[in-house]
């Protein structure tokens, strides 16, 4: 069964700094860009960092640069999204999901070919 599994959501007061991770099975994630997405209420989704398969380009949104950091471990079959320095504005559901191609200055929104996975909720408020 193909799937991708966030974790690591919580509640963090300002200033703090969570780690999501998106797991995949069923797949190989190594041969797939990946994205990370957001939507807080009443907003639409948010392509907020990605990361291409190779790893060699990445793209963060300008809303997250020089906050969040994207990595992946592809012997883990695992993509990170460590998240620094945290606003009550970050707060959201934060998906991850395959994505057609990652570029400094783009992220490609997913394709009706492309996995999503259920999302996990970042909620920042003191």
């Known amino acids: 069964q193909v799937q991708l599994v966030e974790s690591g959501g919580g509640l963090v007061q300002p200033g703090g700094s969570l780690r999501l991770s998106c797991a995949a099975s069923?797949?190989?994630?190594?041969?797939?860009?990946i994205g990370w997405f957001r939507q807080a209420p009443g907003k639409e989704r948010e392509g907020v960092s990605c990361v291409s398969s190779s790893a060699r380009s990445t793209y963060y949104a300008d809303s997250v640069k020089g906050r969040f950091t994207i990595s992946r471990d592809n012997a883990k079959n695992t993509v990170y999204l460590q998240m620094s320095s945290l606003k009550p504005g970050d707060t959201a559901v934060y998906f991850c999901?395959?994505?057609?191609?990652?570029?400094?200055?783009?992220?490609?929104?997913?394709?009706?070919?492309?996995?999503w996975g259920q999302g996990t909720q970042v909620t920042v408020s003191s």
């Open positions: 069923g797949f190989t994630l190594a041969y797939y860009a």
């Open positions: 999901a395959t994505v057609p191609g990652c570029d400094y200055d783009n992220i490609w929104y997913p394709s009706a070919n492309d996995y």
